[in-house]
């Protein structure tokens, strides 16, 4: 079955500082690959998405993620962390011939300091 | 025009009672899926619905249970409520055409079973 692995349940930078949230998925086949965002009481905004067009995948708020087939990752970042970017992280697939269902990782909850 | 919608927001439920939780699709949008999110965890996928039918399920017990009316709006029913139940219960709309079709999640509902 498909999963994904989300290392770091709390990522903490200064204001200015790169943003890494770090996700690799479980799979032979290169599954389709999302990262949403969840503000304290709010639903889930989708960030990105790869739908196997271009490795480098570009978001909102100026996020992106690549897309590694050789190690099976999907990283996001975003180079310079903004006071507003605190949230919680999900990394999610959504297996092939799965419609759209999504499976997600456990989350990372982003800290902006000052 | 307006997104996901989900009522009530917030509930309380003894052990052993029944629920029911609605969403309203984004307009335009004819599949539903629920998710639970348990605190701290990421959503697991519970099912999805299209074309008022159950399309594809995840691995929760039949207590879970839904529909879907004509005008694409949906339910969430649990029965036999139990502790373990107590989770933030999120909607998500898409066009259902898709793997790829990305999903537009409701504000949610915050179940407490007691």
């Known amino acids: 079955a498909q999963s994904v692995t989300q290392l770091g349940s709390h990522v903490s930078v200064s204001e200015g500082a790169l943003v890494l949230l770090r996700c690799n998925y479980s799979?032979?086949?290169?599954?389709?690959l999302f990262w949403y965002v969840q503000y304290p009481n709010q639903g889930l905004q989708l960030l990105l998405k790869y739908t196997s067009a271009a490795t480098l995948v570009k978001g909102i708020n100026g996020f992106e993620a690549e897309f590694k087939k050789s190690e099976t990752s999907f990283h996001l970042t975003k180079p310079s962390a903004h006071m507003s970017d605190a949230a919680e992280y999900f990394c999610?697939?959504?297996?092939?011939?799965?419609?759209?269902?999504?499976?997600f990782g456990a989350g990372t909850r982003l800290a902006v300091h000052p | 025009d307006a997104g996901v919608t989900q009522s009530p927001t917030h509930l309380i439920k003894t052990r052993g009672q029944q629920v029911t939780l609605r969403c309203s699709p984004k307009s335009g949008h004819d599949t539903v899926s629920w998710y639970q999110q348990a605190l701290g965890q990421g959503p697991q996928f519970i099912f999805q619905?299209?074309?008022?039918?159950?399309?594809q399920r995840g691995n929760f017990p039949d207590r879970f249970s839904g529909h879907q009316f004509p005008n694409y709006s949906s339910e969430l029913n649990v029965n036999a409520l139990l502790l373990g139940d107590s989770a933030l219960y999120l909607c998500?709309?898409?066009?259902?055409?898709?793997?790829?079709?990305?999903?537009?999640f409701g504000p949610g509902t915050r179940l407490t079973v007691l």
């Open positions: 998500a709309s898409s066009s259902g055409r898709g793997d790829t079709d990305t999903q537009y």
């Open positions: 619905y299209y074309e008022e039918e159950e399309r």
């Open positions: 999610a697939v959504t297996p092939l011939g799965g419609y759209n269902k999504l499976i």
């Open positions: 799979s032979s086949v290169p599954p389709y």
